[in-house]
């Protein structure tokens, strides 16, 4: 072979390879200094609490990543000012429409009242409220033990279930840590007809309130407990022994006695 060919071919070889080699780097170090393009959304400049009203110095615009847009967020601050926070925003996070109440619904804890639904506030105590166990947010079950002068007896029963507490005292959010706080009232979220119920319970007899699980939404047929059941249960064969004893202790007839001179002689009608 052609010494000088096989010198003229090792030649283009290296500047091929060459060329090549600084193509690639060029691309890598491009890659590697782009800045991946950002929108930027409206966010909290601050911690914000529920209730808040949003303020222009409450607001801040922050970068975010164009391939992850935020779902429900604002591009310009001016479309917040003057709107009520429902839900807690800590500093920095993007504010969503969700977080927000409607233009105009006001401002405090009428911001955390649906359309269509009451907020009704009763009197409560250390053993109303479940030892101060009870939070907002929180789901109770509203019980009533009614007395009646008519009849003597008292019976208890479940008139309202999986109600969502509003507040306890005035704290609309609950404590950080935890900590049981008793409360003199409690605000509860009803819809028209429970509110009515809530009230008239409230004047016939005892309120309390049974705690549930956060997540046990079930509902019930209650049925009333009267003072009897605190005896024990009833089976039927003993009820209906009973109801018979009780009717033969109750018809136990008449007795007439006679007496004419010595003669003394006993009657007994039925």
Do not use: C
Request: glycine share 8%; hydrophobic share 40%; net charge neutral.
């Amino acid at each position: 072979m052609n010494p000088r060919r096989l010198v003229i071919a090792l030649l283009i070889a290296l500047l091929l390879s060459g060329g090549m080699t600084f193509f690639i780097s060029r691309k890598v170090a491009n890659r590697s200094t782009a800045r991946p393009q950002t929108l930027r959304y409206v966010a909290a400049s601050r911690a914000i609490q529920s209730g808040e009203v949003l303020k222009p110095d409450n607001l801040s615009l922050v970068d975010w990543p164009e391939t992850v847009p935020v779902q429900g967020g604002f591009k310009k601050p001016d479309e917040l000012v003057g709107r009520s926070v429902i839900y807690p925003v800590a500093g920095g996070q993007p504010i969503l429409d969700t977080y927000l109440a409607a233009p105009g619904s006001g401002i405090g804890l009428t911001v955390k009242i649906p359309e269509g639904m009451r907020a009704t506030s009763v009197r409560s105590d250390e053993v109303v409220g479940v030892a101060g166990f009870l939070f907002p947010g929180s789901h109770v079950d509203v019980l009533v033990t009614l007395h009646s002068d008519k009849t003597m007896t008292q019976a208890t029963q479940i008139v309202l279930q999986d109600v969502e507490v509003l507040t306890t005292g005035q704290n609309i959010e609950p404590d950080p840590q935890g900590k049981a706080q008793a409360a003199n009232v409690v605000t509860l979220l009803l819809t028209p007809q429970d509110a009515q119920k809530l009230v008239l319970a409230a004047t016939q007899g005892t309120i309390h309130f049974v705690l549930r699980n956060g997540a046990d939404r079930a509902r019930i047929n209650p049925i009333p407990i009267e003072v009897t059941a605190l005896f024990g249960p009833e089976t039927p064969s003993h009820a209906a022994g009973g109801r018979a004893a009780a009717r033969l202790a109750n018809n136990q007839g008449y007795v007439v006695e006679t007496i004419i001179g010595d003669k003394h002689s006993t009657t007994r009608f039925e």
